[in-house]
C-alpha cells in the first residue's frame, strides 16, 4: 500500500513538474513572440496597425489564459495566445527578409549554372521575373495594412507569389543542370568510342574504328 502510494505520489510530483514547464515554456514563448511582434512594428511601420491589433487579440487572450486554474486547461490557453501573436501573417512577415533574401541567391545560382546564350537567355527572363516579384513584394510591405484581416491578405499574396517565383527558379536550373549532365554523358560516350579496343577471343588490340579483330576477324562486340 506504501509503496502504491509513493509512485502515485512520485508521478503527481513528474506531472506537476511537467506542467510547470510548460507553462514557464509557453511564458518565455510569450516573451520572445511580444519582442518579436516590437521589432515587426519596427522594420514594417506600415504594418503597425494591423500588428497592433493581432497583439491586442493575442493579449486579451493571454490574460484570460491567467485566470484559469486547470494546469492543461491554462497551457492550452496560453499556448493559443501565443499561436494568434506568431501564426498567420505575422509569421508570413516575420519569415519575409529570409524568403527574400534566399530568392535573391537562387536568382544569382541560376546565372551561374546557366551555360551558353540559350541558357544565358532563359536565366535572364527568370531573374527579370523573379526580381519583379521581389519588388512588388516589397511594395506591398511597404504600403503596409490597416487591420489584422488585410495584412493577411496582402501576406498571403506576397508568399504565394515568391512562392511561384522560388518554384520557377529551381526548374530552370534543375533544367540547366540535366542538360549539363547528358552533355557530360555524350561527351564521355565519345570518348570512349574513340579508344582501341581489345579482342575477347585473341586478345589483339584495335583501332577504335575497326569493326572487327585485324588478328582473328572476330567482330567487334560492342559495334
Known amino acids: 500500500m506504501n509503496r502504491k502510494l509513493l509512485v502515485f505520489s512520485l508521478l503527481f510530483v513528474l506531472l506537476a513538474m511537467a506542467c510547470s514547464r510548460s507553462v514557464e515554456g509557453e511564458t518565455s514563448a510569450w516573451t520572445r513572440n511580444q519582442q518579436k511582434v516590437k521589432d515587426l512594428m519596427t522594420l514594417y511601420p506600415k504594418m503597425g496597425g494591423a500588428l497592433n491589433e493581432q497583439r491586442n487579440k493575442a493579449t486579451q487572450a493571454w490574460d484570460a489564459a ?21 501564426s498567420g501573417f505575422v509569421q508570413d512577415l516575420d519569415r519575409f527578409e529570409k524568403k527574400e ?7 544569382v545560382d541560376v546565372q551561374t549554372a546557366a551555360k551558353g546564350a540559350a541558357d ?37 499574396k506576397v508568399t504565394k ?21 547528358t552533355a557530360q554523358k555524350t561527351k564521355e560516350a565519345e570518348k570512349a568510342a574513340q579508344k582501341d579496343w581489345k579482342c575477347s577471343y585473341c586478345s589483339k588490340s ?6 572487327e579483330c585485324t588478328g582473328c576477324g572476330a567482330p567487334h562486340e560492342k559495334k
Open 161 to 181: 507569389d515568391m512562392d511561384a517565383a522560388t518554384k520557377n527558379l529551381k526548374k530552370v536550373k534543375d533544367g540547366f543542370k540535366k542538360k549539363e549532365s
Open 66 to 86: 491567467q485566470s484559469v486554474s486547470d494546469d492543461e486547461a491554462k497551457i492550452n490557453a496560453m499556448a493559443k495566445a501565443n499561436r494568434l501573436l506568431s
Open 101 to 107: 533574401k534566399d530568392l535573391q541567391d537562387l536568382i
Open 120 to 156: 544565358a537567355q532563359s536565366a535572364t527572363v527568370v531573374r527579370d521575373q523573379a526580381n519583379s516579384t521581389l519588388r512588388r513584394a516589397r511594395q506591398s510591405i511597404e504600403r503596409g495594412a490597416i487591420s489584422a484581416a488585410q495584412a493577411t491578405v496582402v501576406m498571403k
Open 206 to 211: 584495335n583501332p577504335a574504328k575497326a569493326s
